[in-house]
């Protein structure tokens, strides 16, 4: 007779004859996954099957045809109807186990997922296909001070990286060419476009597998480390892992770089967590009650990469067109637009934009999440005091997260 799921422990007989594995810790976990394509779903399913607690899984993208041949969790029908990624992905993982929690974010890593959540997980582990999408989970990694892992497949190979405040920076890795070519994307329209590939890359379903296993075998080390405590495992943490398939090699490199003043390294310390302030408050209203809090007389939010955009103006025609969007959103406003669509081919757009938000904001009436700012955020004050990091803590609830 099959037991409920009330009447067993995931893994009870299995996973508890391992000397390493801490069953309350494993379930207490919580793990944010960037990307649900090939990568992602290896690294759910994994996690899933060890009874990870909590998982987290970012993804803006939609399935297509071609990602059935290398995606574990996806079925036809789920190209068909067009469903999100993350949310397939959410789905199957908590049909693989119940006991777990799996919750999909559809949305971009770094716009609209904020950056209490990456602090209140043990480990971040990157499912990318993109330069500028590692470029960004690097800065909110470090920022929350966070260890991640990242992933990347190609054909018959695969390699892993980890990543650590104080020890490896994929940001200081970058050659002049790779950093400038970020640059030069991050500062376009299509920066919302951070998780999406160039172009398809030719993989096969065996090096995701491979990549993806060895994802989360790092990120369990991680899980079970504690500060001041041996362990009976070495980690891949500075280091690159490289499986290559053609010629069954596999080979570790020291792939450590840490720069000193690189602007990727802030660890935004010593958060102050606030439980009545949300990403839904109106913009007026949170700065009342940051000043309240505070005990200041002025305050001023850093929008820092998603700037709020009022108006944009074209060459030719010369024309001013209302957005009144974050700057995140501006690419889908233009492309859902014939005529901005249309002009986008041969003009270019200028952007009035706010990136610090006062009471000289003329739109105060907007709440912080339609200026750009994401639900649990951690927002960078500036007051007559000094600097401040303040966590949105009401919207903890919405990840199960106690505060």
Not at 26 to 42: F, P, Q
Not at 72 to 93: C, G, I, S
Not at 276 to 303: F, R
Request: net charge negative; glycine share 6%.
């Amino acid at each position: 007779m099959d037991k409920s799921k009330n009447q067993y422990e995931w893994g009870e007989g299995v996973f508890t004859l391992l000397s390493w594995f801490k069953k309350e810790r494993v379930k207490d976990a919580r793990v944010l996954i960037a990307g649900a394509g090939a990568l992602g779903n290896e690294v759910v399913k994994n996690l899933a099957l060890f009874g990870v607690g909590h998982i987290y899984v970012v993804d803006f993208d939609q399935i297509e045809l071609s990602n059935l041949t290398r995606s574990v969790l996806f079925r036809e029908q789920d190209a068909y109807a067009h469903a999100f990624k993350a949310d397939v992905v959410a789905a199957r993982a908590q049909e693989i186990n119940p006991q777990i929690e799996v919750t999909p974010i559809v949305g971009n890593l770094y716009s609209d997922v904020g950056l209490g959540l990456y602090k209140s997980v043990d480990v971040v582990i990157g499912c990318l296909d993109s330069r500028i999408a590692r470029y960004m989970l690097n800065r909110l990694s470090l920022r929350a001070g966070k260890v991640w892992i990242d992933g990347s497949i190609e054909n018959m190979t695969g390699v892993v990286r980890v990543y650590a405040p104080g020890v490896s920076c994929y940001e200081c890795g970058l050659s002049r060419e790779e950093f400038n070519h970020i640059m030069l994307r991050t500062g376009c329209a299509d920066v919302v476009r951070l998780q999406s590939s160039a172009g398809r890359v030719a993989t096969t379903p065996i090096s995701a597998s491979i990549v993806g296993a060895i994802q989360v075998q790092e990120a369990m080390k991680v899980i079970h480390m504690t500060e001041g405590e041996e362990t009976p495992f070495k980690t891949l943490i500075g280091k690159m892992l490289r499986y290559e398939g053609m010629n069954n090699s596999v080979n570790q490199y020291r792939f450590a770089s840490w720069k000193k003043e690189c602007p990727a390294h802030q660890q935004w310390k010593d958060v102050i967590c606030i439980n009545t302030l949300s990403a839904n408050d109106k913009v007026e209203d949170a700065l009342s009650t940051l000043k309240k809090y505070l005990e200041v007389e002025n305050v001023e939010i850093n929008l820092l990469n998603n700037k709020f955009i009022d108006v944009i103006i074209s060459d030719r025609p010369e024309k001013e067109y209302e957005v009144m969007l974050p700057e995140s959103q501006l690419d889908a406003y233009i492309t859902a637009n014939e005529e901005l669509r249309k002009l986008s081919y041969r003009t270019i757009f200028h952007k009035h934009f706010y990136e610090n938000i006062d009471e000289t904001f003329p739109y105060k009436h907007l709440s912080l999440k339609q200026i750009g700012v994401p639900l649990f955020d951690v927002i960078q004050v500036a007051t007559e005091k000094g600097l401040y990091y303040v966590e949105l803590s009401q919207d903890a609830a919405i990840y199960n997260i106690e505060r």
